[in-house]
């Protein structure tokens, strides 16, 4: 089945401690991206990757790393968590990076909870 | 800048009544995209609809319709004998630049179905 797989679905960390939220796809997508969806806001996107080795920012990067080392992997890292990053995460996954042929897949979430 | 605003924060209908969900949005761009996405309780992102900025036909799947209209730049979502089942968050979103595959998302409308 074609998917996208986020884990943990769910996290509870503390202020400082590392940690990473695992993003893959199955469908050999070039396009990956992280959104974080906080009341009121809407989601808004953290970082996108139009292949690998190639990530830019969204609008919302500061706190965030990404890598993608891999076509099927997209990791998002959060080196030192603040409570001002609780939040519902998702990744998502598209063919190729324009709107035109391929549309969005997101996985179904991670929400985090930094205390 | 692209900006989509989901002037209806929550909305609380009973049973069987027609409902309308509101979405204007802002870009530049001659070319677009817009979407609708639905998460219900559960959390996820479920896709209902893309429509191209060069197609203001308005779209009808069962109960679903959707109407697009560049005049007033809106796009809303109208659901038809309601049901509990609809209950969900609500989500319009935008991808222009030129056909990149950022989704400019909006606030969301909370729209709660009562039997």
């Known amino acids: 089945e074609a998917q996208v797989t986020q884990n943990p679905r769910y996290l509870i960390t503390v202020t400082g401690k590392k940690l990473t939220v695992t993003c893959s796809q199955n469908m050999n997508h070039e396009y990956m991206s992280w959104y974080r969806q906080d009341p009121g806001l809407g989601l808004r996107q953290i970082y996108y990757?139009?292949?690998?080795?190639?990530?830019d920012k969204g609008d919302v990067p500061e706190g965030y790393k990404v890598s993608r080392k891999e076509k099927r992997n997209f990791p998002l890292i959060l080196e030192s968590p603040s409570p001002n990053q609780t939040s519902l995460y998702f990744c998502?996954?598209?063919?190729?990076?324009?709107?035109?042929?391929?549309?969005?897949?997101f996985g179904n979430g991670t929400r985090l909870t930094v205390t | 800048a692209q900006k989509v605003t989901q002037a209806q924060t929550e909305i609380s209908v009973v049973e069987k009544e027609d409902v309308t969900l509101d979405c204007v949005y802002e870009t530049r761009d001659t070319t677009y995209y817009l979407f609708w996405y639905k998460q219900p309780p559960s959390g996820e992102l479920v896709f209902l609809i893309r429509r191209n900025s060069f197609d203001e036909q308005n779209e009808i799947s069962g109960r679903y319709s959707w109407n697009f209209q560049k005049s007033t730049s809106s796009f809303n979502f109208t659901i038809t004998a309601s049901q509990v089942v609809d209950s969900a968050v609500y989500f319009c979103a935008l991808s222009a630049d030129q056909g990149a595959q950022k989704l400019v998302f909006g606030q969301g409308t909370r729209l709660t179905i009562n039997p």
């Open positions: 998502a996954s598209s063919l190729y990076g324009s709107s035109y042929n391929s549309p969005l897949h």
């Open positions: 990757s139009m292949n690998v080795e190639v990530t």
